[in-house]
């Protein structure tokens, strides 16, 4: 029970939060104005139940962004400078919003779910105010709310056995980053296959907020016999993964190519997209400073870190630690870090302060494990 925590009205609560008490929530954080468990336990057990079984976490604090109507699919062109214009109904992208200065804003996945509507599910920061405003300048034909949708993630190489028990055999032909709309019982659902974790798993957004305990039990009960366990987003994971967290390895002032996300940026489209000149600038222009992967050569991480580590080149501050983790896989400690472009290449040996210390670090090629993401991906069979 989080006894030491306290509950108040003015952060909202999920549709699961009841059910993530009962079953060994211990801390919270807080996280698009709404309460997330951070804790079941030991973080090196639930990275293991992760990566040999299953996890079921509430991310009801992905909150959607919809967006309908006869210009929908130009105004989320607008906020983008991803190419959606092959984007198919029921197909997943997971995308960048960009400021007029190419910083980004909010990295969430977007959902096609028809012609003309589309969520898009949220990273930490007021997307909905930004696309509302937005909207008031833009002259375009589109209605923008926040409609009552809760995703949970259900990750690991057990899940599609879960799915299976609950949805049957045809789930299996859910592609990645696909979506469909299904019914579980009564219970109303949008299941895609995604997820914040790097391994095989799946979505999935109720859209009826009085059924979250329902939902989540029932979930728990089909993966009993898979080993299936309540738990977290994997910090020690999505680090191994390479997968960023917003406020931690990016912000609003930091732009795709800083982060090697290149792919996510079409500077050839002909519509016009936020912060396109500007990117058409940075491009030309060059970036100073990238985000890379480090080994750290110091004891075990008790935990991720809390606070930027500064990065030392030739006794220089030339950037700052923005993740880092032991990872127990790997058998060593591992992080994400913006640094000065001269200290960028792989191979590179850096310092970095912890506390009074300053140890090695060697940069190193991301994802630290399956970097073609494999696992995620994997053509699964009935």
């Known amino acids: 029970m989080a ?9 909202r609560k999920s549709p699961f939060f009841d059910a993530t008490l009962r079953h060994g929530a211990k801390n919270f954080s807080v996280y698009n104005h709404m309460y997330i468990p951070r ?20 991310v009801a604090v992905e909150r959607q962004v919809e967006i309908n109507g006869p210009d929908a699919a130009r105004f989320v062109q607008l906020l983008t400078p991803r190419n959606l214009s092959q984007c198919e109904v029921g197909q997943c992208k997971y995308v960048l919003i960009t400021s007029h200065e190419g910083g980004i804003i909010n990295d969430p996945v977007l959902l096609r779910l028809a012609e003309d509507r589309f969520w ?51 789930i299996a032909d859910l592609r990645y980053f696909w979506s ?63 997968m960023l967290s917003y406020h931690a390895d990016m912000n609003i002032n930091t732009n ?22 500007a990117l058409q600038r940075i491009h030309e222009n060059g970036v100073r400073r990238q985000l890379v992967g480090l080994e750290i050569d110091c004891p075990p991480l008790a935990g991720p870190n809390t606070r930027y580590w500064p990065v030392i080149v030739d006794d220089e501050d030339a950037g700052i630690v923005t993740s880092a983790v032991y990872s127990p896989r790997l058998e060593r400690n591992i992080a994400l870090a913006m640094v000065a472009l001269d200290g960028s290449a792989i191979g590179s040996k850096l310092g970095v302060r912890i506390d ?27």
């Open 3 to 11: 006894d030491n925590v306290g509950f108040g009205t003015q952060i």
């Open 39 to 58: 804790d079941f336990g030991d973080p090196a057990e639930n990275y293991w139940n992760l990566i040999n079984a299953a996890i079921l976490c509430d």
């Open 120 to 170: 898009l599910s949220t990273s930490d920061s007021d997307l909905l105010l930004w696309a509302k405003g937005v909207a008031v300048y833009a002259g375009m034909d589109v209605a923008i709310h926040e409609p009552d949708v809760s995703p949970l993630q259900l990750q690991g190489p057990k899940s599609l056995h879960i799915m299976q028990s609950l949805f049957g055999d045809e």
């Open 180 to 242: 469909r709309e299904l019914m579980l019982d009564d219970i109303p659902l949008v299941v895609s296959r995604t997820g914040w974790s790097s391994e095989l798993g799946y979505e999935l957004y109720l859209r009826d907020g009085d059924k979250g305990d329902k939902l989540w039990e029932r979930i728990m009960a089909a993966g009993q016999p898979s080993g299936l366990r309540a738990g977290h987003t994997s910090t020690i994971r999505r680090i191994e993964g390479a």
């Open 256 to 277: 795709p190519f800083e982060l090697g996300m290149d792919r996510l940026v079409d500077l050839s489209l002909d519509a016009e997209f936020i912060g396109k000149a």
């Open 356 to 382: 009074s210390d300053e140890v090695d670090a060697t940069v190193v090629k991301t994802p630290f494990i399956d970097p073609g993401k494999s696992l995620a991906r994997a053509s699964v069979n009935r």
